[in-house]
C-alpha cells in the first residue's frame, strides 16, 4: 500500500498527471479540479494501486466514518470517472467489483518531478477549504475554472441543473444548498439561446449520458456544497451528455455571511463557461434585502416543498409572512405566500372563498410592491379562478402565464388539469406533455401525463408515465386511482385491486368496500352487493365521493352516480371534473341531467366562448386554445 506522504508528491495514472497539493489533475492542456471528496476517493485508490477498496474503507477514509449511504460514494466514482474521460464499460481507469468495491486499473506510477512542479505551494491541511486569509474581505474567491473549450464558452444548447449535494450531511442545512441551486437556474433561464431544466433527483447510479437522455439536455450541471461552522464551499461541474466527458468546473469559497455574493460569483461563473466572459453579466436578483429575509425565505421553501408532511404547509406560511416582514418589497415571498393560501382547502380542507380571497390578496399586494412577478402571478390566478370554476378567467390567465418568456412548469401542469375539466382531454394531454418537457424530473408533472394518456384511454403510453411517475416520488391518491383504471381496462383485476388499495390507504380511508365493490365489477349477480358496499361506506364518510361516483357508474348504479356528481356540482367544492369525462362515466353524461350540472358549473359557458360544441357524450372544440 503506497503511503500518503509518497502520493503527496504527485503521480500518474494513465495519461493523468495527479497533484494532490493542487487538488489537480492534468492531461496536457486539460486541467481539472475535482471536489474534495471526489479528490480523496481517488487518493484512497492510489493508496491501494490496483488492489480493492471497499464501500467501508471509503466511509472511514472520505467520510470520517459517519453513517452513509451508497449514493454519495457512487455519485463521487461516478464523476472521478467522468473527470478521468472514463466513458463506460468497459471502465479503463476506475473498476467495480460487486460488492467488493473499487479499484484503480491504471498502474500507478509515482514520479518525483511532479514536486517539482507544486514547489512552493502550500501542502494540503486537514481543513476542507485550505488556507484562505484575506485581510478586511468576507468573501473569498477561488475561481479555479478549467475549461476544455476556448475563451469564447461551452457551446452548449441546454442543460440540466441537478439538484446540489449537501456535503455536510447536515438535514438543518438542506435549505442554504437548495439556494444555490436554484440561484443558478434562476440566472441560465437568462441566457435566451441556453435551454434551461432543473432536475428534481439527482439519479444516483446513472452515468452521465442517461442522465442526460432523461432530461433532454444536451449537458448536465452537478455542484455540491458544504458548510463547516461559518464557511461555505460551493464545487461545481458540467458535463456534456452525449459521453460524460467534463466540460468546466469550478469552486468557490466564502463566508455564510456573504452567500449572496457567493451565490452570484457561482452563476457568473457557469454563465461565463457557458458564453464566455465577453457577454454580459446576466445574475439573477431574485433575493430578500438581507440575510435574516433569506433565511426566512429559504426555510420557507424547504418546508413547502415537503409541505406533505405534518405542520409543513403552516410553516411556510409563517416563514414566508417573516420574510416580507422583513422585505416588504421581495416580490417572490409574496407568490409564495399566496400559492401557499391556494392550496390550503385541498391540503387541509380550509374554506375556500376565505383561503382563495386572501391568495388574491397577497398576489395583487406582491405585484404592487414588485411589478416584476407579475407573470409568475399569472399562474396563481389561474390556479385560483380555476378552483373556483370561473373557467374563462383561468384559461385567460393560464394563457398569459405560459406565454410568459420564463415558465414554471406547474403552469402548464395546471392549465393541463383545468382543460381536462371542461373536457377537452386532448388539449390537456398537450399542456401536460409541455410541463413534462420543460421538467422531465418532477414526478407530479410525469403521473399528470400519465393520468391524462389514461383518460384519452392509451394504456401505452400511460403505462410509461406511471412508471416514471412512481420512480420521481409522483404517488398520490389520484395516481393510484388512475392506474386502477388503466389496469381494469388492460383486464388485469387484482392489479387494479391492489392500486385501490393503496389509493383510499393514503386518504385515510377505510378499505372495507373494496372487496365488495371489485366482485360486482367481476360477476353481474353481485353488482347489486357492490353497490351497497359503496353506500355503507359512504353514509359513514369512509369513501371518496370521486371512488364513489366512479365505481356507481362502472356497477351501473348511473341515478347514484349522477346524485352524487349533482352534491359535487358546487362552487364552493373543491372537485376536480375531469373524471366526469372518463369512457366509464359515458352513461351518466348521456343523461339529460349532465348538461344541466354544465350550466350550473358555468362550463357551459366556457364551451361557447371557446366556440366548442357538444356532441353527444363529447365536447368538440376548434383546434386553437
Not at 469 to 489: C, D, F, H, Q, V
Not at 565 to 570: P, W
Request: hydrophobic fraction near 40%; charged fraction near 25%.
Amino acid at each position: 500500500m503506497l503511503s500518503d506522504d509518497e502520493l503527496q508528491k504527485g503521480f500518474e495514472i494513465g495519461d493523468w498527471v495527479v497533484l494532490p497539493a493542487r487538488g489537480e489533475l492534468r492531461s496536457g492542456d486539460q486541467v481539472v479540479k475535482p471536489e474534495p471528496k471526489v479528490f480523496q476517493v481517488l487518493m484512497a485508490l492510489a493508496a491501494r494501486d490496483g488492489d480493492v477498496v471497499s464501500k467501508d474503507e471509503l466511509i472511514d477514509e472520505v467520510w470520517d466514518g459517519r453513517p452513509t449511504g451508497d449514493d454519495p460514494i457512487i455519485r463521487c466514482v461516478h464523476q472521478l470517472r467522468s473527470h478521468l474521460g472514463d466513458k463506460g464499460r468497459p471502465y479503463q481507469y476506475v473498476d467495480t467489483l460487486t460488492k467488493r468495491g473499487y479499484c484503480l486499473k491504471q498502474k500507478v506510477r509515482l514520479k518525483a518531478s511532479v514536486a517539482d512542479v507544486e514547489s512552493g505551494v502550500a501542502r494540503r491541511t486537514g481543513t476542507w477549504w485550505g488556507i484562505a486569509i484575506v485581510s478586511g474581505i468576507a468573501i473569498v474567491l477561488l475561481l479555479a475554472r478549467s475549461l476544455v473549450v476556448d475563451d469564447g464558452g461551452v457551446t452548449v444548447g441546454s442543460i440540466g441543473v441537478l439538484p446540489c449535494e449537501n456535503l455536510s450531511g447536515n438535514e438543518a442545512d438542506q435549505y442554504l444548498v437548495d439556494g444555490f441551486k436554484e440561484e443558478l437556474v434562476r440566472t441560465l433561464h437568462n441566457i435566451p439561446t441556453v435551454t434551461v431544466k432543473p432536475g428534481r433527483v439527482n439519479y444516483p447510479g446513472l452515468e452521465v449520458p442517461e442522465i442526460a437522455r432523461t432530461l433532454g439536455v444536451e449537458s448536465v450541471l452537478f455542484c455540491a456544497v458544504q458548510r463547516d461552522g461559518d464557511m461555505l464551499k460551493v464545487n461545481y461541474h458540467v458535463d456534456r451528455g452525449r459521453d460524460g466527458i467534463n466540460l468546466s468546473s469550478g469552486s468557490i469559497v466564502g463566508l455564510l455571511e456573504g452567500i449572496f455574493a457567493l451565490q452570484e460569483k457561482l452563476a457568473i461563473s457557469v454563465r461565463d463557461d457557458l458564453l464566455g466572459k465577453s457577454q454580459p453579466v446576466m445574475v439573477s436578483t431574485s433575493r430578500p434585502a438581507s440575510i435574516e429575509g433569506y433565511d426566512r425565505y429559504m426555510r420557507g421553501q424547504h418546508a413547502f416543498r415537503q409541505r406533505g408532511q405534518p405542520g409543513n404547509l403552516e410553516s411556510a406560511i409563517e416563514l414566508f409572512e417573516e420574510t416580507i416582514e422583513l422585505d416588504p418589497k421581495f416580490g417572490p415571498a409574496y407568490l409564495s405566500l399566496a400559492m401557499a393560501h391556494a392550496l390550503l382547502p385541498d391540503a387541509r380542507n380550509a374554506p375556500l372563498a376565505q383561503a382563495h380571497e386572501r391568495a388574491l390578496a397577497i398576489i395583487e399586494e406582491g405585484i404592487a410592491v414588485d411589478p416584476s412577478i407579475g407573470a409568475a402571478a399569472e399562474a396563481i390566478f389561474g390556479f385560483v379562478y380555476h378552483k373556483q370554476k370561473k373557467w374563462i378567467l383561468a384559461e385567460q390567465a393560464y394563457v398569459r402565464a405560459t406565454s410568459a418568456s420564463v415558465v414554471d412548469s406547474n403552469a402548464f401542469n395546471w392549465y393541463s388539469l383545468m382543460l381536462a375539466g371542461v373536457g377537452r382531454l386532448d388539449k390537456a394531454l398537450e399542456q401536460a406533455l409541455r410541463a413534462q418537457q420543460l421538467d422531465p424530473s418532477n414526478g407530479v408533472i410525469n403521473s399528470r401525463v400519465a393520468i391524462a394518456y389514461t383518460w384519452l384511454d392509451d394504456p401505452k403510453n400511460a403505462a410509461e408515465f406511471f412508471d416514471r411517475a412512481k420512480s420521481l416520488g409522483g404517488i398520490s391518491p389520484t395516481y393510484w386511482l388512475a392506474n386502477a383504471l388503466m389496469l381494469e381496462r388492460l383486464g388485469q383485476h387484482e392489479l387494479a385491486r391492489e392500486s385501490v388499495y393503496a389509493a383510499v390507504s393514503l386518504t385515510g380511508h377505510t378499505t372495507s368496500w373494496i372487496d365488495q365493490a371489485f366482485l360486482g365489477l367481476r360477476d353481474p349477480g353481485q353488482r347489486q352487493a357492490g353497490i351497497e358496499a359503496l353506500k355503507v361506506a359512504a353514509d359513514t364518510e369512509a369513501i371518496n365521493p370521486q371512488i364513489e361516483l366512479t365505481l356507481r357508474a362502472m356497477l351501473g348504479d348511473v341515478d347514484g352516480a349522477i346524485s352524487i356528481a349533482q352534491q359535487l356540482a358546487r362552487r364552493d367544492v373543491t372537485y376536480e371534473m375531469d373524471l366526469l369525462f372518463l369512457p366509464e362515466l359515458r352513461s351518466l353524461r348521456e343523461r339529460p341531467e349532465f348538461l344541466d350540472m354544465m350550466e350550473q358549473l358555468g362550463i357551459r359557458e366556457y364551451w361557447d366562448a371557446a366556440g366548442c360544441a357538444w356532441q353527444g357524450t363529447v365536447v368538440e372544440c376548434p383546434e386553437a386554445l
